[in-house]
């Protein structure tokens, strides 16, 4: 029997952080195992955001760096560039004949652009382009080109799931034939939605982000930051409420976890020694991580080939499906 489809992709805009490994790239490499894969750097929804050709160029090799050096096996996992796949941009055409501009007005990050302008006494329309208008629809050619069953990401991506699934639906009942797969979101309850430095949503746009690959000093200056209460050393501690146990969470195993609980309840730790044990256990299992990263960084040619391979298979499949559809559809 053939295996399912998952695919997920990230964009390069930045250091990739522990909300994007716990939300999507874990999640997605443990698919690998049962799954076939499709997992991708989305450049061209990068480029809404970042117009500087030498800042792009570095981020797309930083997450390249990140899927390798957090596991993905490029012998066993398709990786490859969105921008490396024209018929993405094929499929975002077809799609967008069939995408309601009031679907698209109703996409949460255009949203919260269009509330922050009106708050600000701008322009409804201030800073929003184009791309970062219709980009539900670019995403959902991504996951539709592969006939993705799974698609692991945050909680964050739920609506843009959606609405890749309500466009399928609009093309398959068209055409009544289900000439495209209905994908399924994969959002996991306990890492949907991970903390930042703040308690808000981790995010690089909040500035509250934690990077994966930071170097020990750097890592233990910014965990010294994580917002706490102000209460005092010999007080007793709620670790449920705390944005430092928050973090500990995900790295600590279930007897570390208990014993850090009994320490916050006894009391008599101060919030540097709790910051301390996060950062020790934290540094603990990033450090092969980081160390695989910064080996791949080195090597730029090495992960160009990847990515050159991977997205030269990539256009293989995508091929197939585009000349099923164009056939379908009546333009060839
Ligand atoms: P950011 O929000 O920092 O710009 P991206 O949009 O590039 O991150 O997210 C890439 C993937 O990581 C998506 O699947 C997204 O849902 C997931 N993700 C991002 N932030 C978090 C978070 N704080 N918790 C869980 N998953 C997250
Ligand atoms: N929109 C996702 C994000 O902001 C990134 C992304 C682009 C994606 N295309 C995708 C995720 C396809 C999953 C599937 O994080």
């Known amino acids: 029997m053939n295996k399912k489809i998952a695919l997920t992709g990230i964009k390069p805009t930045g250091n990739p952080h522990i909300g994007n490994y716990f939300g999507a790239i874990k999640p997605a490499l443990e698919l690998a195992k049962e799954y076939e894969t499709r997992y991708f750097i989305a450049d061209y929804h990068a480029l809404n955001q970042t117009k500087d050709p030498d800042i792009l160029r570095q981020q797309i090799y930083e997450i390249a760096a990140a899927w390798l050096a957090c596991g993905l096996e490029p012998e066993h996992n398709l990786i490859y560039k969105q921008s490396a796949v024209p018929q993405t941009f094929e499929l975002n055409t077809i799609l967008l004949a069939f995408t309601p501009k009031g679907l698209m007005n109703r996409a949460h990050a255009y949203k919260a652009l269009l509330q922050n302008n009106l708050e600000a006494n701008r322009d409804p329309d201030d800073g929003v382009n184009m791309g970062l208008f219709t980009y539900p629809v670019l995403m959902s050619a991504d996951i539709l080109l592969f006939d993705s069953d799974v698609v692991p990401v945050g909680t964050d991506q739920q609506q843009h799931l959606e609405m890749a699934a309500d466009i399928a639906e609009d093309v398959n009942r068209n055409y009544n034939k289900e000439l495209l797969k209905i994908p399924a979101p994969l959002i996991r309850k306990e890492t949907g939605l991970i903390t930042g430095l703040d308690g808000r949503k981790m995010s690089k746009s909040y500035n509250n982000a934690i990077p994966m690959f930071l170097p020990p000093k750097q890592l233990r200056k910014l965990l010294m930051k994580i917002v706490t209460n102000s209460q005092t050393i010999e007080e007793s501690k709620d670790p449920e409420t ?91």
């Open 242 to 332: 705390c944005n430092v146990f928050a973090l500990y969470k995900l790295f600590a195993d279930e007897k570390q976890q208990q014993e850090m609980k009994e320490r916050y309840l006894a009391g008599g730790m101060g919030w540097g020694h709790a910051k301390q044990a996060l950062f020790e256990l934290m540094n603990e299992h990033l450090t092969p991580f980081r160390e695989r990263y910064d080996t791949l960084m080195a090597d730029k040619g090495y992960i160009d080939k990847i990515l050159a391979e991977g997205s030269a298979k990539a256009r293989e499949l995508a091929e197939a499906k585009l000349v099923f559809l164009r056939k379908e559809m009546g333009v060839r």
